[in-house]
Each structure stands twice: as structure tokens, then as C-alpha cells.
């Protein structure tokens, strides 16, 4: 058994690893290139917030499911990763527009948050 944890260690560290050079990459990219940044996809998202398949297939569901309440769009998010608070998740619905997925209820979405700000 002991063999098993150290080997699921090792893993675990190689994938932390791999989540970090991923992000210090975008973060280079964003530097190098900021107006080309200034579209985020939501493949760079994903990156960027450590999203699972099951996170975007929930958000996903969010985004398709939308009814025009913030507060439980919010609320619904945080129950899916705690990362997805209001900003956060703004950000990854644009993201989902900006790479041409759900343009018609993300962008509904984005004018239901500005026309309330």
C-alpha cells in the first residue's frame, strides 16, 4: 500500500508541476502579446482556473440554463468550484463567447450584468 501512495504522489506533484507551467506560460503569453490576451478563450480559461471536464460541463449547463437571475447563477457557480465567484465567472462566460461556443446566452449574460452595474 505504501508503495501505491508514493507513486500516487509522485503523480500528483508531476500534475501540480505541469497546472504551474501552464499558468506561468499564459502569464508569459499575456506579457509578450497583451492585446492578443485581451480575448481570452476558454481554453486559456481553463488553464488559467484549473477547470475540470465536470466543471465545464457544469458550467455549461449554467450558461445553457440561465433564467436571468444573477444571484442564483452565482450561487449555482461556487456549488460547482469555489474559484467561480462573480468576477471569475464573468470572465469564463465571456470566454466561452470570445471561442465561439453559447454566443447567444453568454453575451445575454454579460448584458444582464452590465445593464445591473
Known amino acids: 500500500m505504501q508503495k501505491v501512495d508514493k507513486k500516487y504522489q509522485e503523480l500528483s506533484d508531476e ?9 506561468s506560460l499564459l ?25 475540470s471536464k465536470n466543471d465545464l460541463r457544469k458550467i ?9 437571475n444573477n444571484f442564483s447563477l452565482e450561487q449555482n457557480a461556487l456549488l460547482i468550484n469555489p474559484i467561480l465567484k462573480k ?9 466561452f463567447v470570445n471561442a465561439d461556443m ?13 445593464s445591473k452595474e
Open 60 to 68: 455549461k449547463t449554467l450558461i445553457l440554463n440561465y433564467d436571468g
Open 102 to 114: 453559447f454566443i447567444k446566452q453568454g453575451n445575454a449574460i454579460i448584458k444582464n450584468y452590465e
Open 27 to 51: 502569464t508569459l503569453l499575456g506579457l509578450l502579446y497583451e492585446e492578443g490576451m485581451e480575448k481570452t478563450t476558454i481554453y486559456e480559461a481553463v488553464v488559467l482556473f484549473d477547470l
Open 15 to 23: 500534475i501540480e508541476k505541469i497546472k504551474f507551467h501552464n499558468r
Open 87 to 95: 468576477d471569475n465567472l464573468i470572465f469564463i462566460i465571456k470566454s
